[in-house]
Each structure stands twice: as structure tokens, then as C-alpha cells.
T-cell receptor
Framework: SAVISQKPSRDICQRGTSLTIQCQVD?????MFWYRQQPGQSLTLIAT?????????ESGFVIDKFPISRPNLTFSTLTVSNMSPEDSSIYLC????????????FGSGTRLTVV | AQKITQTQPGMFVQEKEAVTLDCTYD???????LFWYKQPSSGEMIFLIY??????QNATEGRYSLNFQKARKSANLVISASQLGDSAMYFC????????????FGKGTTLSVSS
């Protein structure tokens, strides 16, 4: 099955700054998905990233706040811009994983704290 | 729009007992997939089991089984012979069966297993 390397695993950032999260997959995948998990909550889809086109954002998420890059079929980044304490969450990337049947594989997550 | 409902915020079970975690869903699609994931305190997302909407038999994976009742739109997870290591958050999720579709998650159930 696919393996995703997600970096950083955690960070503490000052409000007003930006953080870029990276996900590297060990195989080529068409779509990558970015999720946010606020403390004690479920996973909420931020956007879907397709290589070669702009990401598709879910309601409540905008490109200026969460710009995404997808330069090739194995890599994507999510930037959390102009951070506030409300952005403190776990951010996860995910891909469909045909090797697991219908399963999806997730990165290990980035635990972000904004102070 | 698709929706997943998990009504049990927390469940408590003793070691070696079985436990059922409830999940109901809503979709107008005929073809869809249902998933269960486990998230321990480390934050990683662990795929447990999958059920396709056209699968006639309930899915099983080791100690995990999915009680799929299509007419009731329910997909309950049954964990047999609970172990201390089963203590975690459990998420029910679904997707329609089109390529490139992200998972939509329920709010989750926290399972606590005691000795």
C-alpha cells in the first residue's frame, strides 16, 4: 500500500505567520486530499488537489488562507496563512490507495499550535 | 449531499467483551462505500474495514465486522473480544464510488476499554 511522509509532525507558530505542510507519497496518485481536524473534532475536508490544476476547495475554506500546490503526482503542500489560534488543529493529507482495495491512506498528520 | 451520523460520543467496554459502534448515513447515490477508521491518541488514521453498497455479505476483518443494513442506512462496527489497545477514536466515513472522491467523516466515537 502507499506510504505518505508528512512533514512537519508538529509545530508551534506565532500568530500572523504562515506554515507550509508537505506530503510526499511513494507512488503516483491522481488526487490528494487535505483535511483539518480541530481539537476533539472530526476530520473536515479542506480541498482536493489534482496535479496540474488548481485545487478544489470546500465551503468555508479559501485559497488565500489555505494555498495548495501539487507540482507532480507524488507531492503536495498545504500552507496555513496568516495564522490565528483558531487554526490550531491537526492537518492531514490523504490519497486513494488502490493497493488496499477501496482504502485510503493518510499521512501521520501535522499537529499545529498557534500562539 | 452525503452525511454520516455517529450518535455515541463515548463508549465504555471491558476487555474481552464485544462492542458495537453505531453509524448511520444518508446519500441519494446507489453506489457508495462505507469505511471505518481508528485514530489512537498518536493521531494516525488506521483503516479498519470497508463495505461496498452492493456487497451482499457483511465485511469482516479479523476482530472487526461491519453490520450493514442497507434499508436502514446503517453501518455499525462490531469489535469482538475488545483489547486495551482498542481504546481510541473511531470514525465512520463514506464516499460515492466515483474516482477521485474524498471521504466524508462522522463526528466519531471515543472507545475506552478497561481491564
Amino acid at each position: 500500500s502507499a506510504v505518505i511522509s508528512q512533514k512537519p509532525s508538529r509545530d508551534i507558530c506565532q500568530r500572523g505567520t504562515s506554515l507550509t505542510i508537505q506530503c510526499q507519497v511513494d507512488s503516483q496518485v491522481t488526487m490528494m486530499f487535505w483535511y483539518r481536524q480541530q481539537p476533539g473534532q472530526s476530520l473536515t475536508l479542506i480541498a482536493t488537489a489534482n496535479q496540474g490544476s488548481e485545487a478544489t476547495y470546500e465551503s468555508g475554506f479559501v485559497i488565500d488562507k489555505f494555498p495548495i500546490s501539487r507540482p507532480n503526482l507524488t507531492f503536495s503542500t498545504l500552507t496555513v496563512s496568516n495564522m490565528s489560534p483558531e487554526d490550531s488543529s491537526i492537518y492531514l493529507c490523504s490519497v486513494e490507495d488502490p493497493a488496499r482495495g477501496y482504502g485510503y491512506t493518510f499521512g501521520s498528520g501535522t499537529r499545529l499550535t498557534v500562539v | 449531499a452525503q452525511k454520516i451520523t455517529q450518535t455515541q460520543p463515548g463508549m465504555f467496554v471491558q476487555e474481552k467483551e464485544a462492542v458495537t459502534l453505531d453509524c448511520t448515513y444518508d446519500t441519494s447515490d446507489q453506489s457508495y462505500g462505507l469505511f471505518w477508521y481508528k485514530q489512537p491518541s498518536s493521531g494516525e488514521m488506521i483503516f479498519l474495514i470497508y463495505q461496498g453498497s452492493y456487497d451482499e455479505q457483511n465485511a469482516t476483518e479479523g476482530r472487526y465486522s461491519l453490520n450493514f443494513q442497507k434499508a436502514r442506512k446503517s453501518a455499525n462496527l462490531v469489535i469482538s473480544a475488545s483489547q486495551l489497545g482498542d481504546s481510541a477514536m473511531y470514525f465512520c466515513a463514506m464516499r460515492d464510488n466515483q474516482a477521485g472522491t474524498a471521504l466524508i467523516f462522522g463526528k466519531g466515537t471515543t472507545l475506552s476499554v478497561s481491564s
